[in-house]
């Protein structure tokens, strides 16, 4: 085990998900932007209309300022947050998938070397050549998308892999075709949405209009078929999700659900209104506002992804509190539940000092901290406020003596939700001693 990330209030796994959700917005549209460009772009050589060059060349600036400069800074956060906020998670992946990713960023490579190419080759060279330069960004852009879908979705689904071990057992797991399909079209939806902030900008009106129109169209079909095929996804969803979402388990999942669904419909509604029907009427603050509406629709949808993997981070493999579940004979790896609980939860911390892998009555709080922090840290605030606060939730219940809060501790796999605790009855009492300093003992 590996020191572990304590952030107050927030939760470790909240500061991937607001980085990793911000990162949607350069992210698919670098992916998506570039169709709709070379589209655009293709119309003003076939039809000789170079005014709307001036959209091409606007849009463009705009992909290559938001993309690779927030997009590659919050894309290396969430390398850098998950490898604090759960680095045994992230070795799992990477031992799966380092050649995945390798593949990834060799096409991210294009990308990058390819939109600096088209921008700056603008009147330069011939339109078949500048417009080849654009397929060549627009293919291995998607190519990118293609690929880090299936090691996303693999950690919510991973199908085959938990008995065979197999790179692609894995990735081409039962959510991946639904979740590329949904990531497709929604790609086509950012894409038409940033396309509309920058018709707005446009000082002429015909083509602001014209442009305002055609993206309209894209976004709203592009929402319209990434909202279908998140139903495909919810439909293939294994029969534990379902219920986290539909059974009522996790009520708060299907209100992000809700949220997600209204703020799509929103946005819809934008391009069908402002981008579609009444061009005309499209402005910079109303477009801006709309994006902060798709931001929180993103939100919702990225929460509750990832809140359906509970309690694992690789479902059926490794629990959230990085804890290795479940045998994998195909890869030689046993369960570690047993043998901690066996061996002891501090058998494994190596960074402790000495003092501090025994318990004793001096130590006995201290030892409690680091257990709960290491066992709970990663979902819940240990503070009164913040996520899904600790004092808070057992006071809830009304636990605060230090031997019922170590029996709770036993049955929290009882949970469908959260991963066991694990280790020795001694460690559990240290952490049940521990939660008793956290809650009030007057109710
Ligand atoms: C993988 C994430 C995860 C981990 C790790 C985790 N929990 Fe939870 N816990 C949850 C979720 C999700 C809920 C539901 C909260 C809600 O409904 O908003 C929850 C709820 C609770 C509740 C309230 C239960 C109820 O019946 O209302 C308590 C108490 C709790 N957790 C304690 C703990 C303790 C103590 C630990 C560490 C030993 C822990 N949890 C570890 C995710 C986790």
Known sequence: ??????????????????????????????????????????KAYRERRPELLAFVKRYTLLILIFCFVFGS????????????????????????YVWGWATEWVFFLIEVATIYVYYYTFGKVDERTHLRIGYLYAVAAWISMIIITGILAFMLTPGKWLETG???????????WPQLAARTFFMFGIAGLYALIISATLKEREVAREVARLAGGWGFAGLLLGGLSSYWW???????????????????????LKVALLSGGLVALYFLVFGILFPRLNNLPLA??????????????????????????????????QVVGADLPAKGIKSEVEALNEEGYLSRLGYLPPELRRI???????????????????????????LRSLPGLLEG???????????????????????PFVGTEEE????????????SKTP
């Not at 197999?166 to 991946?176: A, I, Q, V």
Request: hydrophobic share 50%.
């Open 1 to 42: 085990m590996y020191p572990i990330w304590i952030v107050p209030y927030l939760t470790s796994g909240l500061v991937i998900g607001l980085i990793a959700s911000f990162h949607i917005l350069p992210s698919h549209l670098a992916v998506g932007a570039f169709w709709f460009n070379v589209y655009i772009e293709r």
């Open 73 to 96: 800074l919050s894309g290396v956060g969430i390398w850098f947050s998950a490898t604090v906020a759960s680095p045994r998670g992230l070795s799992a992946l990477i031992h799966n």
């Open 166 to 176: 197999k790179f692609f057992d894995g990735f081409f797991n039962p959510t991946y």
């Open 234 to 256: 919810l439909k293939k969803l294994p029969p534990e999700a379902q219920d986290f979402l539909f059974g009522g388990t996790l009520p708060y999942l299907s209100v992000l």
């Open 288 to 321: 801006f506002l709309v994006l902060l509406v798709l931001f929180l629709g993103i939100l919702a949808g990225e929460g509750l992804r990832e809140g359906l993997r509970r309690p694992y981070i690789v479902a059926g493999f490794m629990y959230g509190h």
């Open 360 to 386: 004793t009555d001096e130590n006995r709080l201290t030892v409690g901290r680091i257990l709960v922090a290491h066992q709970c840290a990663n979902c819940h605030a240990l503070s009164r406020k913040g």
């Open 397 to 419: 219940l009304g636990l605060t003596d230090p031997e019922d809060l170590a029996s709770f501790l036993e049955g929290l796999d009882g949970y469908p939700y959260m991963p």
């Open 428 to 439: 559990r009492l240290a952490a049940g001693a521990y939660l008793a300093t956290m809650v």
